[in-house]
């Protein structure tokens, strides 16, 4: 979510600054006595003027903005996974805290220790690490047990701010 709200953010900023750009090289050309270079605001100001709220041309535009607004809105309530998790204060004037990306490389490194597991990957949310574990074997309760408390025993050693509950699910291959 984050590179979508990054590529908005620079498009809106980029459309802006061509406006704005626009709007100078029209006030100056205007100053100078000469006619509209690209923006026709002579024509958009009578447009404007003889328009009434009942038009269709300006109900569209008013829906287009809502729309644009409804979901720029929306994007930036949309809850997003933490850069980083708070750690346990050992002194009241330190403040720490660990990348979520570090947290899920150390937390899968530890899951795939685990005898039976072929690959680990690890997803860290605000309450929860999702633990997804590639084996080869059938029976996997032992397993998933094993896994889950190896990566929580972790978790819990790095003493988070607040301790995340652990899952864990599996993706079965065929021995070779």
Known sequence: MRTVNRVLSALLGLALLVGGIL???????AFAGGDPVLIPHDDWYTTARDSVWSDRGVRLVSVLLLLIGLVLLVLQLLRRRPLA???ERTHDTVEAEVSRSSLEQTAARVARREDGVTRAHVRVGLRKAHVVVTTPLQENDDLQRRVNEAVRGKLDRMGLAHPLSVS???NRVGKR
């Open 23 to 29: 709007v100078v090289v029209e006030i100056i050309v």
């Open 85 to 87: 998790l708070a750690l």
């Open 168 to 170: 864990c699910s599996f």
